[in-house]
């Protein structure tokens, strides 16, 4: 079992930037493949951004590329969401997920899911 606790998500203005942190616990935290979706009003959940297990692989949506970086931390195991020049569009909820395997862009290959954390841009 792995549980997962974002935090970092506030309401910011658009061309502003925030860093989102998702908490992974529970053994063998380190051994999965991290993914991070967003959700937002009347809309399907979709892929923002995933790492591999080692972390040397990243995918990321078209569009957030050159805006957004995914990384990891492994003595905290800690998964980061760097998210510059934001936009009103990357208005959602924003959702850490974790994955035994290769990394996926994949909404139902990922097992474990956090509580999610709101980000809000102004505009």
């Known amino acids: 079992q792995v549980q997962l606790v974002e935090s970092g998500g506030r309401l910011v203005q658009a061309g502003g930037s925030l860093r989102l942190s998702c908490a992974a616990s529970g053994r063998t935290a380190s051994t999965y493949a991290m993914g991070w979706f967003r959700q937002a009003p009347g809309k399907e959940r979709e892929f923002v951004a995933a790492?591999?297990?080692?972390?040397?692989?990243?995918y990321y949506t078209d569009s957030v590329k050159g805006r957004f970086t995914i990384s990891r931390e492994y003595a905290k195991n800690t998964v980061y969401l760097q998210m510059n020049s934001l936009k009103s569009e990357d208005t959602a909820v924003y959702y850490c997920?974790?994955?035994?395997?290769?990394?996926?862009?994949?909404?139902?290959?990922?097992?474990?899911w956090g509580q999610g954390t709101q980000v809000t841009v102004s505009s």
């Open positions: 997920a974790a994955r035994y395997g290769a990394a996926s862009l994949k909404y139902d290959d990922y097992e474990y």
């Open positions: 790492i591999s297990l080692r972390g040397g692989n990243t």
